[in-house]
């Protein structure tokens, strides 16, 4: 069955680094999300991605985050200069029709 | 915001016995409902799907949507020790984009 991929799957970093959280989407869907879950709290919508570019984002998704789908394949979300806050497990989605949001493993982002 | 109300649990029940799960929503113009699975650290993996009002079964699972009460359920019968995980309820609004708004989720535990 196809899967979406995560990468890293545990990521570590300095409060004011720059992280860059990696996904290969399923090859034919045509849309794109990240969510992120911070522990004991509910999975929280990011960001969507549609026809290469943000078609929606949340409040959460400020000018320190970023995405792009450079070569087709693979889908980044970068955080620019890391907040303790943002210490939380990320999931990156992609969907084909109504239902078929599929979610990748997460990359638990910890930020000391 | 509190678009989507779900009691976190712990839920605890015999194998054997039927689980039921329920959320609340406020915002009438969601149309799609979903029932998630999360095993810890994991991403979450699609259950059930139901649009707009009306029941929908698949082996034990049995998901009804109630959009004139605005809210939803998941029934799991006889139920197994391999169903412990987490339940997370989803929804989203008619538009293309395709926004998930997620519940809490329900942590369940199904003891032998």
């Known amino acids: 069955e196809p899967e979406v991929t995560q990468t890293p799957s545990h990521q570590v970093t300095q409060m004011g680094q720059e992280v860059i959280l990696r996904c290969v989407p399923i090859s034919n869907h045509l849309y794109f999300y990240w969510y992120r879950q911070i522990l004991g709290q509910k999975v929280e919508f990011l960001v969507s991605f549609y026809n290469n570019e943000i078609s929606e984002k949340s409040e959460i998704f400020d000018d320190q985050f970023s995405v792009e789908r450079p070569d087709g394949s693979n889908f980044t979300l970068k955080i620019r200069s890391t907040k303790l806050e943002d210490s939380a497990m990320y999931f990156c989605?992609?969907?084909?029709?109504?239902?078929?949001?599929?979610f990748g493993s997460g990359t638990r982002l910890t930020v000391v | 915001q509190k678009e989507v109300e779900q009691d976190p649990g712990p839920l605890s029940v015999p194998e054997g016995a039927i689980v039921s799960l329920n959320c609340t929503y406020s915002n009438s113009a969601f149309q799609y409902f979903m029932w998630y699975r999360q095993y810890s650290r994991k991403g979450p993996e699609l259950l059930m799907y139901t649009y707009s009002s009306g029941n929908k079964e698949d082996g034990r699972f049995t998901a009804q949507v109630d959009k004139s009460s605005k809210y939803i359920s998941l029934f799991i019968r006889d139920s197994q020790p391999s169903d412990s995980a987490t339940y997370l309820c989803a929804m989203r609004r008619g538009s293309t984009l395709g926004r998930l708004y997620f519940g809490r989720g329900t942590q369940l535990t199904v003891w032998p």
């Open positions: 989605a992609s969907r084909k029709g109504d239902y078929g949001y599929t």
